[in-house]
């Protein structure tokens, strides 16, 4: 045997011995049933109101007011995060102080329907006053129980008691006015069926004597529309309420004063004659 034969041999063998040592040392592939294994399911949850901020007695609840949190099991009084639940419980009065990330039980809120609710959203010396409204008027329909809103006066006169520059005016008679009641159900958007919204008539506000006595004369003068107030109402310079006229609006309307036209005396020798310039 010659010498290149025996190092083909050689070669081969070692060939062989590392395949082997490969074969060996490889884990063996996971079997059928490893793979089809399904996953644990997840475990279940319950998902229940609380309250997304701390709540002070005597605030009503509105959609910031109200979290959902989800539990692997809830008290027997907590309330269920169903759309029924948060509609039926938003406009509701606070009964006691809640504080941040509370589940909320139906001890806590004190329901629009429930007698006594009224007399117990007011504050010490104020009154409830309600005024018409309709979708334009009343914000579109989405002012709720919680807001704070302007009152606003607009009034139309003949053509006898003013001139078309000031025949239709508006003026701001009240601020910071808080919304305790929309129509008899004490909420907005009262859903007879999921999705159903009806549009408020009427708006309850939270006044003083003097001011219940303001609103009242208003009604008989002209028109009532409120205007919403951003949720965190910061401190504003107060302002002098100065009633807008429609010349102020439109200048097509011009002013309410008639310019008296300029005038002019030439004299040519013996002549004279006025000359209006307009």
Do not use: C, K, W, Y
């Not at 010396?125 to 704070?148: E, K, N, Q, Y």
């Amino acid at each position: 045997m010659t010498f290149r034969r025996l190092a083909i041999i050689i070669l081969l063998l070692a060939a062989g011995g590392l395949g082997g040592i490969a074969v060996r040392g490889a884990p063996p592939p996971p079997s059928m049933e490893a793979i089809a294994a399904p996953a644990p399911p997840p475990p279940p949850v319950v998902r229940v109101l609380a309250a997304a901020r701390g709540l002070s007695s005597g605030a009503l609840i509105n959609e910031a007011d109200i979290a959902i949190v989800e539990l692997p099991s809830a008290p027997e009084e907590a309330l269920l995060a169903t759309p029924n639940a948060q509609a039926e419980f938003r406009g509701s009065l606070v009964r006691r102080f809640v504080p941040p990330g509370a589940l909320l039980t139906r001890e806590d809120l004190l329901h629009p329907g429930e007698r006594g609710f009224l007399a117990a959203v007011l504050q010490p010396d104020h009154r409830a006053i309600s005024i018409g409204v309709d979708a334009v008027t009343g914000a579109g329909g989405l002012v709720v129980p919680g807001d704070l809103v302007d009152l606003v006066l607009v009034q139309s006169f003949d053509a006898a008691e003013a001139p078309a520059s000031r025949r239709v005016t508006a003026e701001t008679i009240l601020t910071r006015l808080r919304v305790i009641a929309v129509d008899q159900q004490v909420q907005q958007g009262t859903q007879s069926g999921v999705g159903a919204l009806r549009v408020a008539r009427t708006v309850t506000l939270e006044v003083t004597p003097e001011e219940a006595e303001r609103v009242a004369v208003a009604e008989q003068l002209g028109r009532l529309a409120v205007t919403v107030r951003p949720a965190v109402d910061g401190t504003e310079p107060a302002r002098v309420a100065m009633p807008v006229f429609g010349s102020d609006v439109s200048s097509a309307l011009g002013s309410a004063a008639v310019p008296t036209p300029a005038r002019m005396r030439v004299i040519q020798g013996n002549d004279a004659q006025e000359v209006t310039f307009r």
